[in-house]
């Protein structure tokens, strides 16, 4: 089955620490996403991928870093640097730029910082 | 720039009632696609339909159409027969061929009353 997996599902966080977020797709997608999501809130982009070892901000990169080192995958890392890091966190790709397709969504980690 | 409103935060609709979720757009790109998403509780997010901007016709998808007036800027998603199953938040969308992003609208929570 192709699709995007998003590991873990929930994830902990102490103040001050570094984690990092897993996304992996096996649709041969050329462009890969992260979007947050505030409760109530729509999805706020991140960063995103066009093709690997490559990547852009998005609207609110401040406190996150990314690797686009294999096709297939697409981390995550929320640091110490991010004042406000508990939200849910969504994954997605599509084929690329140049069509309009639609985005295929992982199922999202929520992180929470304690 | 490109933006996406979607001015009802929550609608109600009674069981196997059809029910129209508003959504406006702003884009000066001639070619772009508008979507609609669904994201249960459970938080991950469904494509629902898919509208091009060239398109003449609306789309639809089941029980989803969406009401395109591209001279008003909106792209309305029309679901007819509601189900309990149909309460969710939906999200309008849109990308434009160019792009590598997209942005989504703040989300209509629909409730479906039995």
């Known amino acids: 089955d192709g699709g995007i997996t998003q590991s873990p599902k929930y994830l902990f966080r102490k103040e001050g620490q570094n984690v990092t977020l897993s996304c992996e797709q096996n649709?041969?997608?050329?462009?890969m996403y992260w979007y947050r999501q505030d409760p109530g809130q729509g999805l706020r982009l991140i960063y995103y991928?066009?093709?690997?070892?490559?990547?852009q901000k998005g609207d609110i990169a401040e406190g996150y870093s990314v690797s686009r080192e294999k096709k297939e995958s697409f981390p995550l890392t929320v640091t110490s640097a991010q004042k406000n890091p508990t939200a849910f966190y969504l994954c997605?790709?599509?084929?690329?730029?140049?069509?309009?397709?639609?985005?295929?969504f992982g199922q999202g980690t929520r992180l929470t910082v304690v | 720039a490109q933006k996406i409103t979607q001015t009802q935060p929550g609608m109600f609709v009674q069981e196997k009632e059809a029910v129209t979720l508003d959504c406006t757009y702003d884009?000066?790109?001639?070619?772009?696609?508008l979507f609609w998403y669904k994201q249960p509780s459970s938080g991950e997010m469904i494509f629902l339909i898919y509208?091009?901007?060239?398109?003449?016709q609306n789309a639809t998808e089941g029980r989803y159409s969406l009401n395109f007036q591209k001279a008003r800027k909106s792209a309305n998603l029309v679901i007819s027969a509601s189900q309990l199953g149909d309460s969710a938040m939906y999200f309008c969308?849109?990308?434009?061929?160019?792009?590598?992003?997209?942005?989504f609208g703040a989300g209509t929570r629909l409730f479906v009353k039995a």
């Open positions: 991928s066009q093709i690997v070892n490559d990547f």
């Open positions: 884009t000066s790109d001639p070619s772009y696609g």
């Open positions: 509208q091009g901007s060239y398109d003449q």
């Open positions: 649709l041969n997608h050329d462009a």
């Open positions: 969308a849109m990308r434009d061929t160019g792009g590598f992003k997209t942005i």
């Open positions: 997605a790709s599509s084929i690329g730029p140049g069509t309009v397709a639609e985005a295929f």
